[in-house]
């Protein structure tokens, strides 16, 4: 058994002469834990006591039964270590991050680099040291916050990551006052709550008339990606107007002042109009809002104008005999007037 022990495991050594103490080290998935083990002077394992370093008690949480219970029935030392080694590689790849237990410095480090950057940017720490959260201002006084995930080995410092985090907070802060102008000015459909990562918006301009726009967030005050949404009678003139003024486009005005401009039209905004005069609910679903989306598909007859959920009127069409489907189109009625209408097929059935 000695042979075969100390072949397997060469870090685990004997104590004394008895051979009742072993203490040392086991090697799983290239990593050392420290362990004794404490065996009854009659032979066998029934009785033994197992004593681990703060690493594999860590790791062990959980199956300490299983190890209580192969410690008591094992035949000898060499069996007990194999099934040891077996319930740490199932550790081990059930909790990935246990793989990793940082050593003591890597806290102290921790604590030293907090108290550089200053405890009063600390938002947020896990129970495990991994994860946490740093407040952070830009230069136009909009909080952000940087989420670092924390390694052993760090490249960077907690105090340079918040400086480099700061540096691209003011590359963006253009952008960001670009769509400030927007959002405080206009009516946004799309997103319901803008996050600073949405680089889109539609913007109302009536009653189930809105411009989408995709703002660049390198060249904020570009002409943005536009998309007019509503009814064909309502839209053709509007897009009309964008491609005859587009060359009116002026890179020293904002977005929304250059799209006044060339669209020759003053937004709706919260001063002047109230939401609800552009929140038309579906005329299938009787919702505003289904999950994320927003009414955004019109009967182009102008008695009607009826606005419908994309996914909503695409299964209206396809349950009815007469419509018919082309490519990525279904031709049918509209659901209030009967006159032609079309859709596009939802994303996820294209």
């Given amino acids: 058994m000695d042979s075969v022990l100390l072949r397997d495991n060469p870090l685990l050594v004997p104590l004394n002469r008895d051979k009742t103490l072993y203490d040392g080290f086991i090697t799983v998935q290239d990593r050392d834990f420290r362990l004794r083990v404490l065996l009854p002077a009659a032979g066998g394992l029934k009785g033994a006591r197992l004593h681990c370093c703060w690493q594999l008690k860590h790791l062990l949480q959980g199956y300490e039964h299983v190890v209580k ?3 008591q029935q094992s035949a000898d030392l060499v069996t007990f270590v194999l099934e040891l080694k077996t319930v740490l590689e199932v550790c081990l790849k059930s909790c990935p991050e246990c793989r990793s237990i940082p050593p003591p410095q890597y806290y102290s480090r921790l604590i030293s680099e907090m108290e550089t950057l200053g405890w009063s940017r600390l938002l947020f720490i896990d129970t495990e040291f991994r994860t946490l959260r740093l407040k952070a201002e830009d230069s136009s006084g909009r909080q952000h916050v940087l989420t670092v995930k924390l390694k052993p080995k760090p490249k960077s410092t907690l105090d340079q990551l918040h400086r480099q985090f700061l540096l691209i907070l003011e590359s963006l802060s253009e952008f960001w006052d670009v769509l400030d102008q927007i959002d405080s000015n206009t009516w946004i459909l799309e997103p319901e709550k803008p996050s600073r990562s949405d680089t889109m918006r539609r913007i109302a301009i009536g009653t189930n008339v809105s411009i989408k726009v995709e703002v660049d967030p390198k060249h904020p005050r570009m002409l943005p990606e536009c998309c007019l949404l509503g009814a ?16 009116l486009w002026n890179l020293d005005s904002g977005v929304l002042h250059n799209l006044r ?6 937004f709706p905004s919260p001063a ?19 999950e994320s989306a927003v009414p955004d598909q019109v009967c182009n007859e102008p008695r009607c104008g009826q606005p419908f959920h994309q996914a909503c009127l695409y299964e209206w069409l396809r349950a009815l005999p007469s419509s018919r489907q082309s490519f990525y189109m279904v031709f049918g009625e509209c659901p209030y007037c009967s006159k032609p209408i079309t859709v596009k097929m939802a994303p996820q059935q294209c």
């Fill in 69 to 71: 219970q192969r410690l």
């Fill in 232 to 247: 064909e009678h309502a839209v053709t003139p509007l897009r009309n107007k964008l491609n005859a003024n587009m060359h």
């Fill in 261 to 266: 401009d060339v669209l020759e039209i003053e």
């Fill in 272 to 290: 002047t109009h109230e939401k609800s005069s552009f929140s038309t609910e579906c005329g299938i679903c009787y919702s505003y809002r289904l």
